[in-house]
């Protein structure tokens, strides 16, 4: 037996009706936080669960901003939870990270253990004498050998810091910690968990052309195209495309980031652990994985080691997707990368 609503029950419920049913839509939204362009797109979803994801997001981006670049700006020092370990560092004074950041630095480290030092996270020293932690600064011109000598005389490593918990210590005050060849893969990583959670299904979190993806676009697998090296107008070119899988990351290190010139030469910011120059040899390394930290910090590695180490570093990282593009425009691949990639009519 049904029973008939009673007149004053059923205007209630058309009055509730447009709060409990929001039509499912596309959102996006834009920051300008680490240096590059963040665009977040989320597919059918709500307009208050989209709402209530730009906030989460707005608030996580601020926080990693701060916590996980530890240069001084032009704004004041450095006030971030990365600058203060650094100080504690220098110091020889033992400091307990978050756990966030313990697990960051902690992952670093084991990739510069298995890329037998090619990422090193503990250069920061290096990049602040070449300039490219204040890239706002006037550029004096590369530093002299003998202040390059200076710093990789004190042997900066992870491996020399000792950890109880997620405390550190370390007895060699020449460490000066970037995550600067880490952290974006471990902003895609929060920002993939912290959707999910909020029970968005279908994203992609693009920071500046390092991206993650969740679930579908419009029904259909994401698409993305990989970058070329920059050519002679200055201009990126795009090779060719690939889809992504719900989950997976594509990061790309490349010499076009950020860089300075003088007298005709190009210098870029991913700096060789063995002789702290500006690789030359590589233009861009584009990795895919599952793990987007692995993949930001694998990216950097393969740049570093170049054509030469590409087989050896893949195989140490375990990386199953990854391509190289040499400085001379040679196109070095792993068969899975040479799989997925649909390239572009040239
Ligand atoms: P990415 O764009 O991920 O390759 O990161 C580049 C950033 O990583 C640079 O701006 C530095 O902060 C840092 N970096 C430079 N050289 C290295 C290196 N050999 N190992 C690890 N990090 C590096
Ligand atoms: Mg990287």
Redesign the pocket.
């Known amino acids: 037996m049904t029973r008939a609503l009673s007149p004053k029950a059923l205007l209630l419920l058309i009055a509730l009706l447009p709060a409990c049913y929001q039509p499912k839509q596309d959102f996006r939204q834009q920051w300008f936080i680490f240096g590059t362009q963040v665009t977040v797109e989320l597919f059918a979803t709500n307009r208050a669960r989209a709402h209530a994801a730009f906030d989460h997001l707005d608030q996580l981006f601020r926080e990693c901003n701060e916590d996980w670049y530890p240069w001084a700006t032009l704004n004041g020092p450095a006030r971030g939870e990365l600058a203060r370990i650094n100080r504690a560092i220098a110091n020889g004074e033992a400091i307990v990270a978050s756990t966030e950041t313990a697990a960051i630095i902690r992952r670093a480290s084991e990739i510069e253990r298995l890329s037998n030092g090619?990422?090193?996270?503990a250069?920061g020293a290096l990049?602040e004498l070449w300039g490219?932690a204040d890239m706002g600064r006037p550029w004096d011109g590369p530093p002299s050998p003998e202040a390059i000598a200076a710093i990789l005389g004190t042997a900066p490593s992870t491996a020399a810091i000792q950890w109880q918990d997620d405390a550190l210590v370390s007895a060699n005050p020449g460490i000066v910690l970037?995550l600067?060849?880490i952290a974006?893969g471990a902003i895609l990583q929060r920002t993939r968990v912290l959707l999910k959670s909020l029970g968005i299904r279908n994203a992609i979190i693009d920071l500046g052309g390092d991206l993650v993806v969740l679930g579908k676009k419009r029904g259909d697998p994401v698409k993305v195209g990989i970058r070329g090296p920059l050519n002679d107008a200055r201009l990126l070119g795009v090779l060719g495309g690939t889809e992504l899988a719900s989950g997976e990351a594509a990061v790309t290190?490349g010499d076009y980031?950020?860089f300075f010139t003088r007298d005709g030469e190009r210098y870029q910011?991913?700096?060789?652990?063995r002789d702290g120059q500006p690789v030359r040899h590589t233009a861009l390394v584009t990795v895919i994985s599952e793990d987007p930290l692995l993949a930001?910090a694998a990216?950097?590695a393969l740049?570093?080691g170049g054509p030469e180490q590409f087989d050896a570093l893949v195989m140490a990282l375990g990386i199953e997707a990854a391509l190289l593009i040499s400085d001379k425009g040679e196109r070095i691949m792993t068969p899975a990368m040479q799989r997925r990639i649909r390239w572009a009519k040239q």
Do not use: M, Q, W, Y
Not at 118 to 121: A, D, K, Y
């Open positions: 090619l990422f090193n996270p250069l990049s490219f970037d600067g060849g974006k290190s980031e950020r910011h991913i700096l060789d652990p930001d990216a950097t740049l570093v």
